[in-house]
């Protein structure tokens, strides 16, 4: 099973918003940060049932690295004191998540964000906390944390035994004498900023030694400690030594960044300084290009460890993108390696330039649609996902459910498989999501998708009736996309309501019962037409219901999708870590009792009882949720058709990884389309 090389765990009382919103900004910079696209760490945050309760203390165990992030403030140091229902109180739990932390060879990171939060606990009065709160402004107080943060994450993946605590990495200011002194003088200020700012004797300066004999003699010292910037300036691609420098680089695998100073012109750039983040030297803003440089060497380092983890044999890993001057070198091997790289996958015109040198370059995304390829199969699979009102009790935030989606939808279309879903074309849907994955440059490279004018459509897309799309919300989905229109059900018709027409133009509300028993008999014709078309379903998540924030059908969703395919016998995938209808299942299919499986529960829900009742006079098919609940607890996990074993299931129930949750999945559809190819039941 492969394992996360490392993952953050935030924790903070949940009534804070200001740590939340903290724990949310750090999450961004750890993996949607434009300026380092390619960087994706794991996180995690305090799971939160709405008690206000501690959890049990615990640490993540899917990676082999964690570090725990404490987010102190004072709605944390007041509850410390207080006693809980549990008998555990705040205090408690803050000091003995650093324990088990520590005992299992992890990190805690305790950060003070406001005065009074410290220490929480007579018992941590020992421990250091990172003093955010003396930082003015909330924005330059998330950035000081997130600084501190990719440091420690650093040292959590390049430790030194012999001072943990060293500074994360050499930093070489690679640049030429001759503009030291012109304007904007950006070496200068930078040296400023990194003697006020780091007080041990942590960067280094080549401007008082011989250039490019130091940044050699450090490589040689300590490679994985050395990363590069480049202050690249009028006269900077004329000096020999400043290209040297970055050859050097380059050649060792070492973090680079370029910092584009250029006042009037350069008559040559450099070509060897390319394939790297580029920033665009301001004024006042030295500490936001060392920023950039550190969150490149920790993309870098954790790619590196990631990379290590699905490498063969025979591969040479790179943890960026492959050039011409880090695989010519290769070039002499007898015996050519396969280079490994991260994703995104180059472009088609990079990679022709790339082959001739005779090297083979591959990322893992790219091995995963040859392992898996199922275009010849033309295979449906639906996904049924939308947002759980329990993430939290999971320890996760809509970000995650998101992420989950698109690199689960991403795997599973270079794998060839056809995506279905049926939901809205809002802004706030992931219909237009979707969309934008098909169009995504990567994805169809991998997929080897034809002309636009030829190719097929790779997501259909089911719109219920009632529900509104206009011409113009088709032609944003653009021609990959096949938008599937339902009738409106034949118990229908606008004898009961004006608005039931067949083709509604205007919106129709599920302000009564009898709308609402409109947009459920419509909702349910959807699904049962989407499930006769499938050959498989993934679930994620899935709105349980609650009165402020109520499904429209007979049942929420997502469950009635995947008690339709269940009972279809088709191949039903659930991915339980997200909580949601998907966890709700599994746990009926336990024996588990849930509320969200009893009739109490829904009848909280506007108009449910009117809407019993109309199901009934009308002669529609009710079901009980006591009945589905018995239902699924006789089929159990082993009664899934979905060709995988009760453990396969189990470890699909609880995996976060979208790498390992589509290597189940498609294992699971290769082993019923073998069955079926056989003769055999799926």
């Given at each position: 099973?492969?394992?996360?090389?490392?993952?953050?765990?935030?924790?903070?009382?949940?009534?804070?918003?200001?740590?939340?919103?903290?724990?949310?900004?750090?999450?961004?910079?750890?993996?949607?940060?434009?300026?380092?696209?390619?960087?994706?760490?794991?996180?995690?945050?305090?799971?939160?049932?709405?008690?206000?309760?501690?959890?049990?203390?615990?640490?993540?165990?899917?990676?082999?690295?964690?570090?725990?992030?404490?987010?102190?403030?004072?709605?944390?140091?007041?509850?410390?004191?207080?006693?809980?229902?549990?008998?555990?109180?705040?205090?408690?739990?803050?000091?003995?998540?650093?324990?088990?932390?520590?005992?299992?060879?992890?990190?805690?990171?305790?950060?003070?964000?406001?005065?009074?939060?410290?220490?929480?606990?007579?018992?941590?009065?020992?421990?250091?906390?990172?003093?955010?709160?003396?930082?003015?402004?909330?924005?330059?107080?998330?950035?000081?944390?997130?600084?501190?943060?990719?440091?420690?994450?650093?040292?959590?993946?390049?430790?030194?035994?012999?001072?943990?605590?060293?500074?994360?990495?050499?930093?070489?200011?690679?640049?030429?004498?001759?503009?030291?002194?012109?304007?904007?003088?950006?070496?200068?200020?930078?040296?400023?900023?990194?003697?006020?700012?780091?007080?041990?004797?942590?960067?280094?300066?080549?401007?008082?030694?011989?250039?490019?004999?130091?940044?050699?003699?450090?490589?040689?010292?300590?490679?994985?400690?050395?990363?590069?910037?480049?202050?690249?300036?009028?006269?900077?691609?004329?000096?020999?030594?400043?290209?040297?420098?970055?050859?050097?680089?380059?050649?060792?695998?070492?973090?680079?960044?370029?910092?584009?100073?250029?006042?009037?012109?350069?008559?040559?750039?450099?070509?060897?300084?390319?394939?790297?983040?580029?920033?665009?030297?301001?004024?006042?803003?030295?500490?936001?290009?060392?920023?950039?440089?550190?969150?490149?060497?920790?993309?870098?380092?954790?790619?590196?460890?990631?990379?290590?983890?699905?490498?063969?044999?025979?591969?040479?890993?790179?943890?960026?993108?492959?050039?011409?001057?880090?695989?010519?070198?290769?070039?002499?091997?007898?015996?050519?390696?396969?280079?490994?790289?991260?994703?995104?996958?180059?472009?088609?015109?990079?990679?022709?330039?790339?082959?001739?040198?005779?090297?083979?370059?591959?990322?893992?995304?790219?091995?995963?649609?040859?392992?898996?390829?199922?275009?010849?199969?033309?295979?449906?699979?639906?996904?049924?996902?939308?947002?759980?009102?329990?993430?939290?009790?999971?320890?996760?935030?809509?970000?995650?459910?998101?992420?989950?989606?698109?690199?689960?939808?991403?795997?599973?279309?270079?794998?060839?498989?056809?995506?279905?879903?049926?939901?809205?074309?809002?802004?706030?849907?992931?219909?237009?999501?979707?969309?934008?994955?098909?169009?995504?440059?990567?994805?169809?490279?991998?997929?080897?998708?034809?002309?636009?004018?030829?190719?097929?459509?790779?997501?259909?897309?089911?719109?219920?009736?009632?529900?509104?799309?206009?011409?113009?919300?088709?032609?944003?989905?653009?021609?990959?996309?096949?938008?599937?229109?339902?009738?409106?059900?034949?118990?229908?018709?606008?004898?009961?309501?004006?608005?039931?027409?067949?083709?509604?133009?205007?919106?129709?509300?599920?302000?009564?019962?009898?709308?609402?028993?409109?947009?459920?008999?419509?909702?349910?014709?959807?699904?049962?037409r989407q499930t006769n078309d499938l050959r498989a379903r993934v679930v994620i998540g899935g709105r349980l219901?609650?009165?402020?924030?109520?499904?429209?059908?007979?049942?929420?969703?997502?469950?009635?999708?995947?008690?339709?395919?269940?009972?279809?016998?088709?191949?039903?995938?659930?991915?339980?870590?997200?909580?949601?209808?998907?966890?709700?299942?599994?746990?009926?299919?336990?024996?588990?009792?849930?509320?969200?499986?009893?009739?109490?529960?829904?009848?909280?829900?506007?108009?449910?009882?009117?809407?019993?009742?109309?199901?009934?006079?009308?002669?529609?098919?009710?079901?009980?949720?006591?009945?589905?609940?018995?239902?699924?607890?006789?089929?159990?996990?082993?009664?899934?058709?979905?060709?995988?074993?009760?453990?396969?299931?189990?470890?699909?129930?609880?995996?976060?990884?979208?790498?390992?949750?589509?290597?189940?999945?498609?294992?699971?559809?290769?082993?019923?389309?073998?069955?079926?190819?056989?003769?055999?039941?799926?």
């Amino acid at each position: 099973m492969t394992r996360f090389p490392l993952l953050v765990q935030f924790e903070f009382h949940p009534a804070s918003t200001e740590a939340a919103a903290a724990a949310e900004y750090l999450h961004e910079v750890l993996n949607a940060d434009p300026a380092v696209p390619g960087l994706q760490i794991p996180t995690t945050f305090t799971p939160d049932d709405g008690s206000g309760e501690p959890p049990e203390p615990a640490v993540a165990t899917e990676a082999d690295r964690v570090l725990v992030v404490l987010l102190a403030d004072d709605h944390l140091a007041v509850a410390a004191r207080k006693p809980t229902k549990s008998g555990t109180t705040w205090g408690e739990y803050a000091t003995k998540l650093r324990s088990i932390t520590e005992a299992a060879g992890h990190r805690f990171m305790p950060v003070q964000l406001t005065e009074s939060a410290w220490p929480i606990d007579k018992r941590l009065d020992d421990t250091n906390f990172l003093r955010a709160w003396a930082i003015d402004g909330v924005e330059e107080r998330h950035r000081f944390i997130a600084r501190r943060l990719v440091h420690l994450l650093i040292r959590r993946l390049r430790p030194r035994p012999e001072n943990e605590d060293a500074p994360p990495v050499t930093i070489f200011l690679s640049h030429t004498k001759m503009d030291l002194e012109h304007e904007p003088r950006v070496v200068k200020t930078m040296l400023a900023h990194l003697t006020a700012t780091q007080h041990e004797k942590t960067w280094f300066d080549s401007g008082d030694i011989s250039t490019g004999s130091r940044f050699a003699h450090e490589i040689e010292k300590g490679v994985k400690d050395t990363a590069l910037l480049a202050i690249v300036t009028d006269s900077y691609s004329s000096r020999s030594w400043c290209r040297k420098e970055v050859l050097f680089a380059k050649h060792h695998q070492r973090p680079v960044v370029i910092v584009d100073a250029v006042q009037e012109r350069e008559t040559r750039r450099f070509p060897y300084s390319g394939n790297t983040p580029v920033i665009r030297w301001k004024a006042n803003d030295a500490q936001g290009v060392v920023d950039l440089l550190l969150r490149e060497v920790l993309r870098h380092t954790y790619a590196e460890e990631s990379l290590k983890q699905r490498k063969r044999e025979t591969d040479r890993v790179l943890p960026g993108g492959p050039e011409l001057v880090t695989i010519v070198h290769l070039m002499k091997d007898k015996d050519q390696p396969v280079v490994l790289y991260p994703d995104p996958l180059l472009g088609p015109e990079e990679l022709e330039v790339l082959e001739r040198t005779g090297v083979r370059v591959e990322t893992p995304l790219q091995r995963h649609a040859l392992a898996y390829d199922l275009r010849s199969r033309k295979l449906t699979v639906a996904l049924s996902v939308s947002g759980a009102e329990d993430l939290g009790r999971y320890g996760l935030r809509a970000a995650h459910l998101d992420s989950i989606l698109l690199d689960l939808s991403r795997y599973l279309l270079v794998a060839g498989i056809r995506l279905a879903y049926g939901g809205h074309l809002g802004p706030d849907g992931y219909t237009l999501r979707l969309a934008d994955l098909l169009r995504d440059p990567i994805v169809e490279q991998l997929r080897g998708t034809p002309s636009t004018e030829q190719a097929a459509p790779e997501l259909v897309t089911y719109l219920p009736w009632p529900m509104l799309a206009s011409v113009r919300d088709e032609a944003r989905l653009g021609p990959l996309v096949d938008m599937l229109r339902c009738d409106r059900p034949s118990d229908l018709d606008e004898a009961l309501d004006p608005l039931f027409v067949a083709v509604p133009h205007v919106e129709v509300p599920s302000d009564t019962a009898l709308r609402r028993f409109a947009w459920s008999r419509g909702l349910t014709a959807m699904r049962e037409r989407q499930t006769n078309d499938l050959r498989a379903r993934v679930v994620i998540g899935g709105r349980l219901g609650r009165p402020d924030n109520p499904y429209l059908g007979r049942m929420p969703g997502v469950l009635e999708e995947a008690l339709l395919s269940i009972r279809a016998q088709l191949p039903v995938y659930l991915v339980g870590a997200f909580g949601g209808c998907a966890r709700l299942v599994l746990d009926a299919l336990d024996g588990i009792e849930r509320a969200e499986l009893t009739s109490a529960y829904h009848q909280a829900l506007p108009h449910a009882i009117e809407l019993k009742k109309l199901y009934t006079d009308r002669n529609a098919k009710w079901e009980e949720f006591e009945n589905i609940a018995a239902e699924l607890k006789a089929c159990g996990v082993s009664g899934l058709k979905n060709g995988l074993s009760v453990e396969g299931n189990r470890e699909l129930a609880t995996s976060r990884s979208a790498e390992r949750i589509v290597e189940l999945v498609l294992h699971g559809l290769q082993q019923c389309s073998q069955l079926a190819a056989a003769g055999g039941a799926e």
